[in-house]
């Protein structure tokens, strides 16, 4: 059985960082698509980042860019989404799923292969 395990969530402060690891069991991470996705409550889901672990490609939302950084360690089966300065609008769960392409994440996106359980991130002022 696949599972997406993420952590690393957790409670700061405005402006603070966090990194969040997405690591998977039963499934390794080759030539797939890796993205983040987060959910606000009472707001819909929205894309955050995505890397192609097969050449690295990455795409980031437009009000994550140049904050958030997304990485892939093959050797460690593992993606990481480095945030910094973060914002209270940052809050939400935070959720790492797979897809085959970064097409279809921006695309289809409700086309996942896998989808992890989630890990809270929450930014207070």
């Known amino acids: 059985e696949v599972q997406l395990v993420e952590s690393g969530g957790g409670l700061v402060q405005a402006g603070q960082s966090l990194r969040l690891s997405c690591a998977p069991s039963?499934?390794?991470?080759?030539?797939?698509?890796i993205c983040w996705l987060r959910q606000a409550p009472g707001k819909e889901r929205e894309g955050v980042s995505c890397?192609?672990?097969?050449?690295?490609?990455?795409y980031y939302e437009d009000s994550v860019a140049g904050r958030f950084t997304i990485s892939s360690d093959n050797a460690k089966n593992t993606v990481y989404l480095l945030m910094n300065s973060l914002k209270p609008e940052d809050t939400a769960v935070y959720y790492c799923?797979?897809?085959?392409?970064?097409?279809?994440?921006?695309?289809?996106?409700?086309?996942?292969?896998?989808w992890g359980q989630g890990t809270q991130v929450t930014v207070s002022s």
């Open positions: 890397i192609s672990t097969a050449d690295n490609i990455t």
């Open positions: 039963g499934f390794t991470f080759d030539d797939y698509t």
């Open positions: 799923a797979v897809y085959d392409t970064i097409a279809t994440f921006l695309y289809r996106q409700s086309q996942y292969d896998y």
